[in-house]
Structures are given as C-alpha cells and as structure tokens.
C-alpha cells in the first residue's frame, strides 16, 4: 500500500508541474488582455483613435475567450470609424460577422455598416440596413429608443440624398413625434425646415423656367412679327418705286399730249390706268378704286414705324 501510495502522490505532482506552464501561460493572456484593452479604451477616450486601434487589436491577439475577441474586434471597428478608415472597418465587420455570428455586438454592426454605407453614397443599400435595425431593435428602454430614433433619422437622410423630399419630412416628422427626448429631434427640426426651403427653391426654379421659356416664345413671336412686316414692306418699297417709275412715264406722256410732236405708247397708258384704279391692301391682294401712290407710301410708313417699335422691345 505505501508504494501505491507513492506512486500516487507522484503522478499528481507530475500532473501538476505539466499543467503548470499552461496555468502560467493562460493568466499572463488574460492579463495582457485585460492590460491592452483597458489601455485602448483610455486612448479611445481621449481621441487618439489609431493609437486606441493598435491596442484594442492587440488585445484580440491575447483573447481566451470568443466574447473577449469579439469585444475587442468591436472596439477595433469603431475606432476605425472613427479615423474614416471605412475600408478596414467593413473588413472587420465581415471578420466578426463571420467568426461570431451570434454575437451581441453582431446586431450593432448592422447600424454602422449601414452609416458607412451611406457615407460612401449607397444610399438604397443604407435604407434597407437602417430598417433591418429597426426590426431588431425593441422599443422598451431609453437607450433602444435612442437607437430606433437614430435609425429612423438616417433614413430620412437617405430618403433626402435621394431626392425624395416628401418621404423624408415623414421620418423627420416621426422622430420628432415619437421620439421627443432623442438627440436627433433638433437636427431633425433643422431637416424638415431645408426641405421646406428646398421645395420653395424648386417652385421657384420651376417658375424660372417657365418664365424664360416664355420669354423666348415671345421673342420668338416679335422675331417673327417683324420678318413679316419686313417682307410686306419690301413688297411695298418694291411696287411704289415700280409706281414711281409709271408716274414719270406718266408725266412724260402729258408733255407729249402738250407737244403734239412727241408721240406716247397705247400701252404706257394701259399701264397708267392700271395704277388709277388698284391698291394693294394688308394682304398684298390688288383692289381697285383708291389712289394707289398715297395709299402705300403711308402704308410703308405705318408698317416701317411698327418695324422699329418691336425691334425696340425686343432689344428691351
């Protein structure tokens, strides 16, 4: 019994000195884990971000446990987050959503990838995270309301990057209502205000553009006015020097009719009688019974005057 005995008693102390190192090894992880992080939150605390980012990561290195190396992985990204390092950060969010699904920091990185995600302008893939937030997040504490108002917030920003003002106002407005005590009311205030200013803005652009679009149409109108009046002007200019000319041979035939010995053509008065019993009226038709030489000449007038008055207004 005493060599049983003894034997015993030295496997036990065998056991122990093998285990020993082990012991030795798993207590100095966990304080180099618990050194690190705590070193890393007073970092992060005091804004040196990528200096808080090396320790945090760091302690991961050190973690004995999944939840110790989740929670520090989450303080990684965060910090990451925090010196717009959105590469590295999406990275890590893969890594951890990967490694620890089920992690309680898992739900959290949804809200931050979806931030990031807006950042970078995708603003529908950003919306569709925000409310797959919402969806995890209950409603029955200060700090959850906190958060479902943030989500709410930022997916009226989404809604206000992508134009759709109208939609937008409602999440501001919903923030507002029901979530008077969050952070995100007075800067919810500030949005709904914007998109007040920003639909008076586009009434008035709109207004603009109409306006201008109808002042090319009217000046396309008086362009148009005085092409026309200049062409019948012309036509004008055209028949009074003709009837000019059949006034001279008029006169001409007088003083022949005065000397017997010049003699005139039947048909220069042909011509003559013609002139006696037309006019051209608005149109440029020929009527008869007016004197033909004074009515155009102050037809011409009128219509050279009219010429001058829109050429006036449309420099105006």
């Keep these: 019994m005493g060599m049983m005995q003894k034997r015993s008693i030295f496997l036990i102390i065998l056991i122990g000195l093998i285990l020993l190192p082990s012991g030795l090894s798993d207590a100095q992880d966990s304080s180099q884990f618990t050194r690190r992080f705590q070193n890393g939150a007073q970092l992060y605390e005091l804004g040196r971000w990528q200096e808080a980012a090396m320790e945090f990561r760091r302690a991961q290195e050190n973690a004995r446990t999944l939840n110790d190396w989740s929670q520090s992985l989450y303080w990684v990204i965060l910090s990451e987050l925090a010196t717009s390092d959105y590469g590295s950060a999406l990275r890590d969010m893969d890594d951890l959503e990967r490694h620890a699904p089920n992690s309680s920091y898992t739900r959290d990185m949804v809200y931050h990838r979806a931030r990031v995600y807006f950042i970078q302008g995708f603003y529908q893939d950003s919306l569709f995270l925000f409310n797959r937030f919402i969806q995890s997040v209950p409603d029955n504490d200060r700090v959850s309301a906190d958060r479902r108002a943030a989500a709410y917030f930022w997916i009226g920003e989404c809604l206000f990057e992508m134009v759709q003002y109208n939609e937008a106002e409602k999440f501001f407005s919903w923030v507002i209502a029901r979530y008077p005590q969050s952070p995100k009311v007075e800067v919810s205030s500030y949005r709904i205000d914007l998109i007040k200013h920003k639909k008076i803005e586009a009434e008035l652009l709109a207004l603009l553009q109409l306006t201008h679009e109808e002042s090319l149409r009217t000046s396309e ?15 004008y200019q055209a028949r009074i020097a003709e009837l000019t000319n059949l006034n001279e041979n008029h006169h001409i035939a007088e003083e022949e009719q005065t000397f017997p010995e010049n003699t005139v053509s039947s048909q220069t008065h042909t011509q003559y009688d013609l002139t006696e019993e037309v006019f051209i009226n608005n149109t440029g038709n020929f009527v008869p019974g ?10 011409a007038k009128r219509l050279e005057s009219q010429i001058i008055q829109l050429q006036r207004l449309l420099g105006d």
Excluded at 223 to 233: D, F, P, S
Excluded at 290 to 299: F, T
């Design 290 to 299: 007016q004197n033909l030489n004074d009515d155009l000449l102050e037809r």
């Design 221 to 235: 109108d008086y362009q148009r006015t005085i092409r026309t009046y200049q062409n019948i002007l012309h036509m």
